[in-house]
């Protein structure tokens, strides 16, 4: 194995990925995960934060490594740089959004910082101007709820955008931290994951499932049946229609049109009616294996591409375990890797599902194991199965044989154990370089 050097150059390594690249004909982010693993890295960002934190010195460098000890004598020595300006930033914001230590240190170090007079409260405006990311939202992403809850001990305001975040992941502990009963409306975000825990939180609090139209969400999102019949149970009215995005399109039609056989079939069960205009009878027949001849027209959720050859489908259909009607749209000419919801490939969405005969089915065709969905840094494929596995849990998914096809293929990921499932963790384990 090679060893870097003491002053790594991070634009050297880049070079050499982007050489490596075209000698090899890959693409950027495999010839990166390569470089990562050929120098005892798990991942490309581990081994650019490893690089990046060598660069560093005094207060920056003991935030970005989260050293207790060392930021302890620096507060000591001068108290104000707890709360100097730092790179255009402030110290707890830098150390919540740079840091790669350990959870219990870097919560030492906001402690220290929040002791030596750090707002708990600090920001900066983002989004093109439109909102402010906190310090609690920083802490959100940092999946940390202990963190969470130091901060709010603090007098960190609980925020929307904070709590909109963790609805991203399963942990109901932050959820009850960062609530306020005016956030409620958030249940639909919540719905875009297959977290069947966090919608009967929200439906314990007494979220109006019918004033936020969250049936049509969990539709158009592709939710498993259990999460479609509590909707249903909470007093969601199948024959509702749609007050936003596809307006006026009542559940049964909205499930026709998304491909979704079970709900069609559960909806009709329950007393939902509806018309079926030409594209809802088009896909509800691909759905039911009597055609690949998919129409055209955008899709009628949000969040898919919107472009009119209804190839967002092929990733609704990789996330319900629908392998027999990918692989006849697969058969049929539909590319392998189609974007769908928020730029996930079909193989990104089935991985997330635990989906494993689809899963060997999109790998037996030549999709893509190294394809990032956000930006080059992930999610690959791997890390949306790991994702899933602890935020998207289907009740049906095989998360362990998922991992393990993948891992079989060399599918990279930036996550290492533990991972919380022991079957996975030791897949994790046995794989790792060195």
Known sequence: MPALPARPSLEHLRKQAKARRRERVIGLSRAQHDIAREYG??????????????????????????????????????????????AGSLPLLALLRRSIGAPADVRACARMLLDAGADPDSYTIEWGGEGRMTALFDAVERRDSALVRLLIERGARKDEDAFYHACEQSDLVMLQLLYQPEFRHVVNHKLDFEDVAGLRWFLDRGVDV?????????????????????????????????????????????????????????????????????????????????????????????????????????????????????????????????????????????????????????????????????????????????????????EDGDYPGTVALLLASDAPTRQSPPVGDEAVDALLAAHRPG
């Open 41 to 86: 890295f798990d991942s490309w960002p581990a081994l650019v934060h490893h690089v990046q934190s060598g660069a560093l010195a005094g207060i920056e460098r003991a935030l970005v490594l989260a050293d207790p000890d060392v930021l302890s004598a620096l507060l000591r020595s001068d108290p104000a740089a707890a709360t100097a300006e730092l």
């Open 210 to 394: 019918n004033a936020n139209c969250s049936l049509h969400h969990a539709i158009s999102r592709g939710r498993g049946l259990t999460m479609i019949t509590m909707l249903l149970d909470a007093g969601a009215d199948p024959n509702l229609p749609w007050d936003r995005w596809d307006v006026g399109r009542r559940p049964l039609a909205l499930a026709a049109r998304c491909g979704h056989l079970g709900a069609y079939q559960l909806l009709a069960a329950r007393g939902a009616t509806a018309d079926l205009d030409p594209v809802d009878a088009a896909v509800l027949a691909v759905a039911r294996g009597e055609s690949v001849r998919l129409p055209k027209a955008v899709p009628p959720a949000l969040g898919n591409p919107r472009t009119d050859d209804f190839g967002w489908i092929l990733g609704q259909f990789a996330l319900l375990g629908r392998t027999d009607v990918l692989r006849a749209l697969l058969d049929d000419g539909l590319a392998v890797d189609t974007r769908g919801w928020s730029n996930f490939t079909p193989l990104d969405q089935a991985a997330m599902n635990g989906r494993t005969e689809t899963v060997r089915l999109l790998i037996e065709r030549g999709a893509d194991l190294h394809d990032c969905a956000f930006d080059d840094d992930g999610p690959t494929p791997l890390d949306c199965a790991l994702w899933g596995l602890r935020n998207n849990r289907a």
